[in-house]
């Protein structure tokens, strides 16, 4: 008689996502093994499209995997990998980081001892973003002897106020060195991109957080103001979404085709469309006025538009809003630039702050964006899951 094997794991909540964390040392290292226990895990494939036989919650933000371990290198606390997985299909994307999740890294890993933490003020635990391969940096409040998980931080997006995190991504596009190292992998802040039988778009290309494709709310005839429903109901408009994101894939140099793009890698690039400010209705019906913002943003994550923003997304805003002339920087309020960016999304608003300078011979560089969010245990202890393998 078969029965299920017990795997240690805490399920967490980071910003505006929520996935089941892992030691790393507590799955399979064999890459196969252990992505075939993971996607048991969240309950994919479902053909039913609910995830309804495992963990995961049937969208983009809940459909998650983070994996923590010491790390061993000097300027590091712990080791972080992201894995995006795909609800209808058997495949978990390792390419691109969840910056809400991220969140929680410290957290758990503080928890679970992986790093030293003060008993009360500020734990500072360094992470090294392994999808990606940039440092990020979070400060996490401790309060007699633990994470302080609760407090009066608000983050729309979230239902319930907690304890703010602050997160500090370093170098998030690169330090300029090299094409593989640069903020603008074209060298252009924009680009021109022709989608075959879709249209031509006005775009910028950023990597930082994860690569990102911005082009004009307009361009795709949406005003910026769009909610879940608006978009995700509407197959033709994903399709065409879909097909932008996949030629700005293969410009970017990330696939060799369009094909590729959409098959081995729908966690990124992301897309997402700008707007200037306008006053509009947020998903939980709260008015968002236009005065409260510097921009308007809607981000597409696992071809659906996000809940809310993703936290990678939210850097990508924040550096291409420090870049004279991209994409994101025509769209932003008069007066904006230079200070933290105040983006309505889906849900609400978020303010990032960029660090930037143009350096002669490397171009834009992006040192640090700034941003806060909150992370909270909702359950630990272990998984169970049906043999697999």
Not at 77 to 84: E, H, K, P, S
Not at 309 to 336: E, K
Not at 383 to 389: E, K, Q, R
Request: aromatic share 4%; charged share 20%.
């Amino acid at each position: 008689m078969q029965k299920q094997i017990e795997v240690r794991a805490t399920f967490m909540r980071g910003g505006s996502s929520k996935g089941v964390f892992f030691e790393t040392a507590d799955v399979p290292a064999d890459p196969a093994r252990r992505d075939a226990l993971l996607l048991r895990v969240i309950g994919s494939p479902d053909p039913y499209g609910k995830q309804t036989d495992g963990m995961g919650a049937a969208t983009s933000s809940t459909s998650k995997v983070v994996l923590v371990s010491r790390s061993a290198r000097a300027d590091c606390d712990v080791d972080y990998l992201f894995g995006q997985v795909d609800i209808e299909q058997p495949r978990i994307d390792w390419t691109g980081n969840c910056g809400n999740l991220t969140t929680a890294v410290g957290p758990f890993a503080i928890a679970r001892g992986l790093v030293d933490a003060p008993a009360d003020g500020m734990a500072v635990v360094r992470i090294w973003q392994a999808n990606i391969g940039k440092v990020i940096v979070a400060h996490v409040p401790m309060a007699g002897g633990s994470v302080q998980e609760l407090g009066d931080f608000v983050l729309d997006g979230v239902a319930f106020p907690a304890a703010q995190v602050r997160l500090e991504f370093l170098a998030p596009g690169g330090d300029g060195s090299s094409a593989e190292e640069s903020l603008l992998p074209t060298g252009r802040v924009a680009d021109v991109l022709a989608v075959e039988g879709v249209g031509t778009f006005d775009v910028t290309y950023i990597n930082a957080g994860n690569p990102t494709i911005f082009l004009r709310a307009g361009d795709l005839g949406l005003t910026g103001k769009e909610l879940q429903p608006d978009v995700n109901g509407d197959a033709a408009l994903l399709a065409r979404i879909e097909a932008v994101r996949a030629a700005g894939a293969v410009a970017m140099g990330l696939a060799t085709s369009a094909a590729q793009a959409t098959a081995s890698r729908p966690g990124t690039p992301k897309l997402a469309w700008v707007a200037p400010p306008a006053d509009y209705v947020a998903s939980s019906g709260k008015a968002v006025p236009a005065q409260a913002l510097d921009l308007l943003v809607r981000i597409v994550s696992m071809g659906k538009l996000h809940h809310a923003i993703t936290g990678t997304g939210a850097v990508a805003v924040g550096a291409a809003a420090a870049v004279d002339g991209s994409i994101v920087a025509q769209a932003l309020r008069p007066g904006a630039a230079g200070r933290d960016v105040r983006m309505g999304h889906t849900s609400g608003v978020l303010a990032v702050g960029a660090k930037a300078e143009h350096q002669p011979e490397r171009g834009w560089v992006i040192s640090q964006v700034s941003l806060s969010r909150s992370a909270r245990r909702l359950m630990e202890g272990v998984v169970l899951v049906p043999p697999v393998g």
